[in-house]
């Protein structure tokens, strides 16, 4: 069984940082896509950042570009999401979810999600 298992949400005053972790546990990330989603009250959940955990090809979303970097680390086995400038319109729970790297691949494990709160 895989489990996802994020950390590192807080509360930040606009103009912070956070670094959130999600680790994963019943086997590695190798051959998986790992991605990062989170939801605003009243808003649909929204994508993020993704990284191929092989390939170390990245991804952002448009909002997260220039602010948001994704990593890895092999040793830990967990993928990192670094939050740089934080404005009040990134207040959400943020989730981890991991999906195969193949074609048609889905994202069927998902962490309990871990706030993120950020102050004017």
């Known amino acids: 069984q895989v489990q996802l298992v994020e950390s590192g949400g807080g509360l930040v005053q606009a103009g912070g940082s956070l670094k959130l972790s999600c680790a994963a546990s019943?086997?590695?990330?190798?051959?998986?896509?790992a991605g990062w989603f989170r939801q605003a009250p009243g808003k649909e959940r929204e994508f993020v950042a993704r990284?191929?955990?092989?390939?170390?090809?990245?991804y952002y979303a448009d909002s997260a570009k220039g602010r948001f970097t994704v990593s890895t680390d092999n040793v830990q086995n967990t993928v990192y999401l670094r939050m740089n400038n934080l404005k009040p319109e990134d207040t959400a729970v943020y989730y981890c979810?991991?999906?195969?790297?193949?074609?048609?691949?889905?994202?069927?494990?998902w962490g309990q999600g871990t706030q993120v709160t950020v102050s004017s």
């Open positions: 019943g086997r590695t990330f190798s051959s998986y896509v």
């Open positions: 979810a991991a999906k195969p790297s193949s074609l048609g691949g889905t994202y069927d494990y």
């Open positions: 990284i191929d955990w092989d390939t170390e090809i990245t």
